[in-house]
């Protein structure tokens, strides 16, 4: 007998297939459009190509294909096509919070700026390399957002439902932009609260990754306010959950599932809510360990290894993962109650549940 998982995998591995396909045929087009101008270009183009297309669970097209799917069975074929325009927005957003966070690993890969530097250290030399490498990855991340909205402008559906889901990818970046603002402030000052973190996660992972691309979904589908507002009351809740379980991962999961060095979380300073529920419940010496760890470049493996186990003995973790159990079972509450198509129901119920036990 079949396992929900199995089932939830197989649709997932469908869609996929589906989007990597239409990534890879739009790639090709702007890699022969940039060679127009220039080599260097073209091989800028070559290494979004390879970025995007290096992994990814493309969950924020399938989210946009299922928000489709809440009102239309029409047209699907389309609506896979417009779906990538998430994709390069997530390529874009990564490749800049890769720069900002000096990350060098992306997917088990070199990040893009690093990849960027080495093509300097190839053609121009050393001097400089890393700061080319950034210039170069900020100007391909521009380029990955403006394609992004160029597939979505251009989508065969109604030009009524098209500006509406232009207007809210435009309002999707805003809000990480806004997120990002306030992650930045926050490790600079030092401090945060529980809310700020909800509030950060809110509007740079649940915008994004789940509410957004199901609202940009349903637009195309002729959505009015009502189905937005029900499809919000799922993917902020979903949103949230999603990214505290990422920030477990982060600490507690492995670089070969997660692609992301284990503990780089640490290493940046990152105030996640299993840290800040640490500190507020554990003596000082284990304070003085957390404190130490935290945002040091140079944390070793015992030392992250001592905050996963003060993490674990102050009841963060479970704190966490109760918190994620209790908000995707919100969202759940929130799509079962609603009018939708039962086929785009069954499976945003499915994979929420599939989202919250996730392992990478």
């Excluded at 699907?76 to 390529?91: F, G, P, R, V």
């Excluded at 306030?182 to 945060?192: F, H, M, N, Q, V």
Aim: with cysteine; net charge negative.
């Amino acid at each position: 007998m079949r396992t929900i998982a199995a089932d939830i995998s197989d649709t997932l591995a469908h869609y996929q297939t589906q989007v990597n396909e239409r990534l890879e045929a739009f790639f090709d087009k702007k890699i022969e459009e940039a060679s127009r101008i220039s080599h260097y270009t073209q091989e800028v183009a070559v290494n979004a190509k390879e970025y995007t297309l290096r992994g990814g669970k493309r969950l924020r097209p399938i989210f946009c294909i299922y928000g489709y799917k809440c009102l239309s069975d029409t047209n699907i074929e389309a609506i896979i096509e417009a779906s990538i325009s998430l994709e390069l927005m997530q390529s874009y957003l990564l490749i800049h919070d890769d720069v900002m966070d000096e990350d060098e690993l992306r997917r088990g890969k070199p990040t893009f700026h690093i990849v960027c530097k080495t093509l300097c250290e190839r053609h121009f030399g050393t001097n400089k390399a890393l700061e080319f490498g950034k210039n170069i990855a900020i100007v391909a991340g521009d380029l990955l957002e403006a394609y992004g909205e160029e597939v979505l402008a251009k989508s065969p559906f109604k030009s009524e439902y098209v500006k509406k889901a232009v207007a809210r990818y435009a309002e999707i970046i805003k809000n990480v932009g806004y997120g990002q603002i306030l992650d930045i402030t926050a490790e600079r000052k030092g401090s945060i609260t529980e809310d700020e973190i909800l509030m950060i996660h809110n509007l740079k992972t649940a915008s994004y990754t789940i509410e957004g691309p199901l609202h940009i979904g349903a637009l195309l589908a002729g959505a009015q306010e009502a189905d937005l507002q029900v499809l919000s009351a799922y993917g902020v809740p979903l949103g949230l959950a999603f990214q505290i379980q990422d920030d477990i991962l982060g600490l507690f999961g492995s670089e070969g599932k997660t692609g992301k060095p284990v503990g780089s979380d640490i290493r940046e300073g990152k105030k996640t809510l299993l840290i800040l529920h640490a500190l507020k419940r554990c003596n000082e010496g284990e304070k003085e360990i957390l404190l130490k760890a935290v945002g040091n470049q140079h944390v070793t493996a015992r030392e992250i290894d001592a905050v996963r186990a003060i993490v674990r003995e102050t009841g963060s973790f479970d704190y966490s993962k109760k918190l994620v159990e209790e908000m995707t079972d919100k969202a759940v509450r929130a799509i079962k109650e609603s009018p939708f198509r039962s086929e785009a129901k069954d499976f945003l119920i499915t994979i929420a549940d599939f989202m919250g036990k996730r392992e990478y």
